[in-house]
């Protein structure tokens, strides 16, 4: 059990180290859309909240974990709208098609 | 091998595969031809890691998930179709719901007593909902600032740091003792409770113009309760998610720190100093030049190099389509027109970019502050609409003003420069700008959007 959280730990170091290196190559120019962006992504916590309520282990955890599934879908759907309606946006005076 | 196990293992390979699409999908956000295909591999990560997890074997009951997925589908349409303008507010309200469901599911957990037999699953259960509760309430206030429903100015009081450390104190001192005490759960809503409070404290003090490091600090902290949470439930998927998502926000505060010139400290720490308006308004009767929108006119369709300073008052005039007319125009004569984009300039990072974006300017025509500062020597006129602060040359000079230090947009250095302001009331953080005083500023007194829009008859009505 012990070096299993060990691994757990090497996997967040090692993600943060990736997210900086990526992140830092994002241009400036799409930084909103970027952080609207990783709002979607992180909404993944929905999986969690998914198995809460498919258990069914008492209701109580079934009344919070489908209102944390509202809460993450909400921005899932609406985190990946958003972003993709920014970026239909950005057009170069160049035009390459 | 079982079938559970074999379940498992599907599971377990499907966020592999959803980890390496989040992280595609994050690098091709570098540009911005290769940035739609991002959103489609995060889509894509995310179906695929949904649809696996509805495949875990202890789901016995599919209802309430259905609802909530439903429920939630409506909500996020809407809050995907806001304005450009209110994109700040709606990127609050993301955090927001993020870190509510994050918290939510730890209290479950919590309750369900799944953790109380290590003390590591309690430590991190506990950084789950001590950083969700006060990302949720923090980004709550932050939207109602950025949408005007609370007060905008910054509200202080005598000991502020210090009540603000102590409730700090205490919810990670109920946490330490929770885990080295499991039998003391009347502590866990105590925790939840503190954090609660301490997110509303946190963001109180903090004023408008220091909103676009707030929202990334934001981020980064609900990024990092979702990475906690994913050691809670030991899932892969989850921590690399909300890492990447922290780190994202992370290097965003720092950015926008640096671009206030703010401290490392005071950004890791939320205690971000007000802007103390300098008492100095003796020099009023300095003498200033102004124009009409017809002098401008004429200046602007003479000029070879023009460099348009966009800031969010531009934004908050609604000009931004009649700067895109005007840009329209000159271009039209052969004029050079770019424009010089302050890292602060809007309510977050990117937000100025976004706006011009929406108003069809090309992406390539946006320049950023370091790029574009060594151009302004050789630029005959910089236009300055609605921006103030971030162009303000004491900033350089002047060791005694607030802004001493901040990198600013060097627009004094052009051969002429145009501001377009309402009056000479000093902006925003209420500091003097003594670039309206410069022998090559001229001051053009009106409405940006008027203002502009004369400029833009002047140049094309009259040939």
Known sequence: MGSHLIDLLFIFMLACFIGFEVIRHVSPLLHTPLMSLTNALDAIAVVGAIVLVGERKSEYATILGTIAIVAATSNVVGGFLITDRMLKMFKSSRPDK | ?463
Request: glycine fraction near 10%; aromatic fraction near 8%.
């Open chain 2, 1 to 463: 091998m079982t079938e559970i196990a074999a379940s498992q293992y599907a599971i377990e390979l499907i966020y592999l595969i959803a980890s390496a699409l989040f992280i595609l999908s994050l690098k091709w956000m570098s540009s911005p031809s290769t940035a739609r295909h991002g959103i489609l591999a995060g889509e894509i990560g995310m179906v695929l890691a949904i649809g696996g997890t509805l495949l875990h074997h202890g789901i016995v009951d599919y209802k309430w998930i259905a609802v909530g997925l439903v429920l939630g589908s409506g909500i996020g349409v809407p809050l995907g179709m806001v304005q450009m303008t209110a994109v700040p507010q709606r990127t609050a309200l993301s955090h927001a719901f993020g870190a509510l469901c994050v918290t939510l599911v730890g209290t479950a957990e919590f309750y369900l007593g799944t953790q109380s037999g290590s003390k590591f699953g309690m430590s991190v259960l506990s950084m789950e909902v001590i950083l969700g509760g006060l990302t949720f309430t923090g980004s709550l206030m932050a939207a109602g600032k950025l949408q005007e429903i609370l007060p905008q100015r910054p509200i202080t009081y005598k000991g502020q740091n210090f009540v603000n450390f102590i409730l700090f104190g205490c919810a990670v001192g109920s946490a330490v003792y929770l885990v080295l005490h499991p039998e003391a759960k009347f502590l866990f809503p105590i925790i939840v409770g503190i954090s609660v409070i301490f997110g509303v404290l946190l963001i109180i003090p903090i004023g408008g113009a220091d909103m676009p490091t707030v929202i990334s600090l934001l981020n980064s902290y609900a990024g990092l309760s979702a990475a906690a949470m994913g050691f809670v439930l030991d899932n892969k998927l989850l921590i690399i998610a909300g890492a990447l998502d922290g780190s994202s926000g992370f290097i965003l505060s720092v950015i926008m720190s640096k671009a206030m010139n703010r401290s490392f400290t005071n950004v890791l720490f939320g205690a971000f100093g007000q802007v103390q308006p300098s008492a100095a308004a003796g020099a009023e009767a300095k003498p200033v030049k102004s124009a009409t929108p017809e002098e401008a006119a004429a200046i602007l369709s003479a000029a070879n190099k023009v460099v348009i300073v966009p800031g969010y008052g531009m934004a908050v005039a609604q000009a931004q389509h009649k700067v895109r007319e005007l840009y329209d125009a000159l271009t039209k004569k052969g004029v050079d027109v770019r424009f010089a984009i302050h890292p602060v300039a809007g309510r977050m990072p990117g937000h100025m970019n976004v706006l011009l974006a929406e108003a069809d300017i090309p992406y390539d025509r946006l320049i950023e502050m370091d790029e574009i500062n060594g151009d302004f020597p050789q630029t005959d006129v910089a236009l300055v609409i609605g921006a103030n602060d971030v162009t303000n040359p004491a900033a350089r000079t002047d060791q005694s003003s607030p802004i001493f230090g901040m990198p600013i947009l060097d627009v004094d250095k052009a051969h002429t420069v145009m501001v377009i302001k309402r009056s000479m009331n000093p902006g925003f953080a209420g500091i003097d700008n003594p670039l309206y005083y410069l022998d090559n500023t001229l001051m053009l007194f009106g409405d940006a959007k008027q203002f502009v829009g004369a400029i833009v008859r002047e140049l094309t009505g009259g040939h």
